[in-house]
């Protein structure tokens, strides 16, 4: 069966960065791209940005742009997300979800998520 | 970018109502509109995409509908597992925005 598993939590200092991490199983991976979201607490679903597990094709959302970068490494078959200059509206759960590809932007299968907070 | 509106925020029914939940976009987005179920402390699971096709394993009791700007989710006939927070969200292009979100409340 499809899975993507993602760490537990994290905690981070405001100015830190934060690499989190997804390993998939279950498919191709190189079929697919993943794609991530993040919600903050008690709040709703934000999409961060798109990675093509194929060619390494990239599209971020404008917002986070310059602070986040996506990477595949397709020999174990995961996912990675950074984010610097973590502040305190970084605190939130980062999910990675499975991109359906034909067509784009469809998450049909989701990592349970990892809470990271930024804290002093 | 395309806004997504949901209506209504929240919303009380019991076991066996039939439930619509809508979603407007801000421009047309043709079919390109899918919807999640999330349940506290869980990832979202993708119910419908293009507007109408059930997710497989899905049960039929959930469809959806519209093109353009106006969709609708609908369960015709709520069970106990269906009391969730339901988003909509677009993938006619990026970013992929999504609703602000519908919780579902037992009455």
């Known amino acids: 069966q499809v899975l993507l598993v993602q760490p537990g939590a994290e905690v981070k200092e405001p100015g830190a960065s934060v690499k989190v991490s997804c390993k998939a199983s279950?498919?191709?991976?190189?079929?697919?791209?993943i794609s991530w979201v993040r919600q903050a607490p008690g709040q709703g679903l934000e999409w961060m940005g798109w990675?093509?597990?194929?060619?390494?094709?990239?599209n971020y959302a404008q917002n986070l742009q310059g602070r986040v970068t996506l990477t595949t490494d397709t020999s174990t078959n995961t996912a990675y997300m950074e984010l610097r200059s973590l502040t305190s509206d970084d605190t939130a759960v980062y999910y990675c979800a499975r991109d359906r590809g034909t067509v784009p932007g469809i998450f049909d299968y989701w990592g349970q998520g990892a809470l990271v907070t930024v804290s002093s | 970018d395309i806004q997504m509106t949901q209506s209504p925020s929240s919303l009380s029914a019991s076991v066996r109502d039939r439930v619509t939940i809508t979603c407007r976009a801000s421009q047309s987005i043709s079919t390109f509109i899918n919807w999640y179920q999330q349940k506290p402390g869980k990832a979202p699971t993708l119910l419908i995409y293009?507007?109408?096709t059930l997710q497989s394993g899905v049960p039929s009791r959930f469809s959806g509908s519209g093109s353009g700007t106006d969709f609708t989710l609908t369960i015709s006939s709520l069970q106990a597992e269906d009391f969730a927070t339901y988003y909509c969200?677009?993938?006619?292009?990026?970013?992929?925005?999504f609703g602000q979100g519908t919780k579902l409340e037992i009455k």
């Open positions: 969200q677009q993938s006619k292009g990026t970013p992929h925005t």
């Open positions: 293009t507007a109408s």
């Open positions: 279950g498919y191709t991976f190189t079929h697919y791209g």
């Open positions: 990675i093509s597990a194929y060619n390494s094709n990239r």
